[in-house]
């Protein structure tokens, strides 16, 4: 089984952005992300990603919010332009702080625009390694007001990406249990960072509890922002337990374009994914869940 044979396939997971825009970016031009400098992907706009996705049979695309400066609806509106000239991104998942007391209005400024199928607010904040936080602090998944404003979001049918490391999933997989009728979706594969044995046995053991509940999907992504030197070998055990605890049917694999391309090209990544599906023994239906029908169907696009 072939990639290629994968027709019109879907990627669940990419960002638009520039500096007039995402004034954050120039802070780690030549250093202080973790996937290394972003001097090379200051820029990226909607062509840049159809220049890059042409290389593999990608018909569809999710943009992901990325620290827009300013009111995040602004992010929404820049990226729904996007889509009406050039037809990608087709689906958008906006940002919205949930713990604030407008979080209703935020809601409702996304849901004006047609693309708009979900929120990420990043909740990664390891409790060691101080550049792998995204998040100010450790305490949304149990604060009350932003568990009000993620229940908010069921009114207007919008999903959550869970962004988080694999100790803060035994409390997230308590917030997932109580709302059983939200779509909650797993970014970069819950970020296996750390290779050693015991760092593997965590993550393994919070994909488990979070597998247990059939609302929550995982995109299977993100890998070479902590493994520069990747390949086959190195992402194998990474893939391979996602699938296993998830099934096939609630993986997605996506792009982190253009964070990802700061250390690989999009067709060698795909390729390299759909590859370790063929040495799992998958079918090409397996194949075409994860690369294109589960995400239509998450994302509804």
Known sequence: MSLLTVSDCVDPHHHLWSPKTHSWLEKVAESGHPAGPFKSVLTYEVEDYMKDCSTFNVAKSVHVQAHFDGDPVEETKYCQAASDKHGYPHGI??????????????????????????????????????????????????????LTGLTLMEKYNLSFDLQLHAPQMQAAAGVVRTHPNMQFIINHAGFPAELNTEAIAVWKEGLAMLAQHSNVAIKLSGYNMFHFDWNKELLYPLVEYPINVFSTGRCMFASNFPVDKINGGYKDLMQCYASICTDMGLTQEDADKMFRDNATRVYRI
């Open 93 to 146: 998942v906006a940002y919205a702080d949930l713990s604030s007391p407008d979080v209703d209005n935020v809601l409702k400024g996304h849901c004006a625009y047609p693309n708009v199928r979900g929120i990420r607010q990043m909740l990664d904040y390891h409790p060691v390694v101080e550049k792998w936080r995204q998040a100010p602090h450790d305490r949304f998944l149990t604060d009350d007001s932003w």
